[in-house]
């Protein structure tokens, strides 16, 4: 039988995290009650490779966060390898258009979200973040990797033209020189070269650790005021954000002409048969 000593430790634990009530499919929301820091978790094995409805799901586990006045989001990954693979490009692949022209859309709607967030917001990478698992992590104002990972923007190394919010992320994070080079190389950096160019800004030895980085980092803010805090964040990225607002039409057009070419289409083929090819052999 369950001791009272071991219930009411436990019925305290309870009381510290508790799950939204808005949680969504792929995307698991926990706040911690004590310090009101929000946990999202991708959550689409076997890679969080970002789908429409993963997109949509982390758009609304954002929005809810921002407007239930958390004090801070953190974004992480169920997967202990992958912190995210990026775009699923089984949705590039031979694609339905309309759910082409949605994947696009959402994910403009959360690079958005995101990169505008009101809150302070940071990253604990647990895994390799290629591509639009990098975009996710660099749109955050903070980063923690663990040993041994990857994570870069390598868009072009797919023939893929890198968005403007790619280079956006970039900029913001590493010198001009160094963020132009990486998005013209699509370098994948390991986490000791993503920490000496500063890519991230710390590495954890576990999950756990990268956590507490992270609400370490947003506790810095408690005796900020937080309208001051966002209104001086949003001094910062406002001219990227409006940027974004006059080109996203060109850019969702443009990505469609992108992956209807035959030649991208056959590109992405081949990529997508050698990532499956590794496993078979
Ligand atoms: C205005 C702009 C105009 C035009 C621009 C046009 C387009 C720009 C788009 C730019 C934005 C973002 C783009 C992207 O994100 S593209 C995606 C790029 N991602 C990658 O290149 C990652 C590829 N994957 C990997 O490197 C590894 O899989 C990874 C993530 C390191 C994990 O390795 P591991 O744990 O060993 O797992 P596996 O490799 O065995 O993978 C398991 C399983 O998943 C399949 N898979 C992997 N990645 C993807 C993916 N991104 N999409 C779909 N499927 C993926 C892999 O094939 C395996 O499948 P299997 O069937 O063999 O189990």
Redesign the pocket.
Known sequence: MMSSMSLSRMLRAASVCRTMSTATKLTAVEVNDKTGIATVTLSRP??????VELLHDLYQSIKEIENNKSRGLILTSS?D??F?????????YRPDKDRARLL?TK?QDVWLALYGCALPTAAAIN?????????LATSCEYRVILPQC?IG???I??G?????F?MFNFLNVLPRRVAERALVQGR?FTTEQALQIGLVDDVASSKEKALEKCSQFIATFAQTNPLARSLTKLKFRGADLQRFES?RT??????L???DHPQ?QEDLGI??E???????N
């Open positions: 076997p890679i969080n490779a970002l789908n997967n390898k992958v995210s693979a990026g775009l699923d490009i089984n949705e590039m696009w994910l895994g390799h973040a290629p591509a639009g698992g990098c975009l990857r923007l390598n868009e190394q797919l893929l033209v890198p968005p403007i790619c994948i080109e060109n850019e969702l057009e443009s990505f002409e992108f992956i991208m990529y997508l050698g990532l499956k090819k590794k496993n078979r």
